[in-house]
């Protein structure tokens, strides 16, 4: 099984609606996506810093429940 990780630019543009990658992540089983702690705090970090702060963590939320987390620490720069 192939698994990605979804950086937060890809993240982004999903959330934005950009079509290429809404395509390509709705291809995709919610197990075979994984995006890592750091991705996590950089969008929760944007929807925060947003003008629309509740309607933005609401719809991260959704986008990023289904999907696994991964812990990203020194161990995992290194490999």
């Not at 990658?21 to 810093?49: G, H, K, M, N, T």
């Amino acid at each position: 099984m192939t698994r990605y990780s979804l950086d937060t630019n890809i993240c982004i543009g999903f959330l934005n609606g950009d079509p290429s990658i809404v395509a390509a992540l709705q291809a995709l089983e919610p197990e075979d996506a994984v995006v890592c702690s750091i991705v996590r705090a950089e969008l929760y970090f944007r929807a925060r810093s947003s003008a629309r702060v509740e309607r933005n963590i609401k719809s991260l939320s959704s986008f990023l429940a289904p999907l696994q987390s991964a812990d990203f620490d020194e161990e995992s720069a290194i490999e």
